[in-house]
């Protein structure tokens, strides 16, 4: 079946330590996005991706990384730089003028 | 400034009632598209729906319509005899032309809590 996925649902980061969310997507989307929600907040854009090998900070880039070697493939690293990353975690997949395509979603937790 | 408004942060309906939820939007470009999602507590997004800008036709899907007004610039969501299942999060969105990256830009959110 076609989709997003993402893994883990949960993870637990210890203070200072690195982590990467894993997000896959077997649509054959060209874009593809990360979110960051707090609770009872919205979302909001970390990093997008248009097209492999290119990908744009969003509104709270600070303390993250991303790659984009595969079209198929968006990982994001969350860094001992980001100061409160425990959130809730969304990656998207789109074409353009088309709906956006969610993961399950990743709940990060420090402890 | 936001481009996508959602001033009801809370809303409470008793089963069976019908309710409306708000979405304004701010955008230059002549063609966009808007979205409605609906985000369980299982945290999921789920897609609802999506609009051009060109097409203002007001669409009904069951028990869900919306009206998109450009003149207004609204796109507001109505459940008729609401459910308890409707009880989400609901999240309207914009996109714009791809030469400013093709984001999609989310309102804050709307918490509904359907009572029994």
């Known amino acids: 079946d076609g989709g997003i996925t993402q893994s883990p649902k949960y993870l637990f980061r210890k203070e200072g330590q690195n982590v990467t969310l894993s997000c896959e997507q077997n649509l054959n989307h060209d874009a593809m996005y990360w979110y960051r929600q707090d609770p009872g907040q919205g979302l909001r854009l970390i990093y997008y991706?248009?097209?492999?090998?290119?990908?744009q900070k969003g509104d709270i880039a600070e303390g993250y990384s991303v790659s984009r070697e595969k079209k198929e493939s968006f990982p994001l690293t969350v860094t001992s730089a980001q100061k409160n990353p425990t959130a809730f975690y969304l990656c998207a997949s789109s074409f353009w003028g088309s709906e956006a395509f969610f993961g399950q979603g990743t709940r990060l937790t420090v402890v | 400034a936001q481009k996508v408004t959602q001033a009801q942060t809370e809303i409470s309906v008793v089963e069976k009632e019908d309710v409306t939820l708000d979405c304004v939007y701010e955008t230059r470009d002549t063609t966009y598209y808007l979205f409605w999602y609906k985000q369980p507590p299982s945290g999921e997004l789920v897609f609802l729906i999506r609009?051009?800008?060109?097409?203002?036709q007001n669409e009904i899907s069951g028990r869900y319509s919306w009206n998109f007004q450009k003149s207004t610039s609204s796109f507001n969501f109505t459940i008729t005899a609401s459910q308890v299942v409707d009880s989400a999060v609901y999240f309207c969105a914009l996109s714009e032309a791809p030469d400013t990256g093709n984001q999609f830009y989310f309102g804050t959110g709307t918490s509904l809590t359907v009572i029994p």
């Open positions: 991706s248009q097209i492999v090998n290119d990908f």
């Open positions: 609009r051009n800008s060109f097409d203002e």
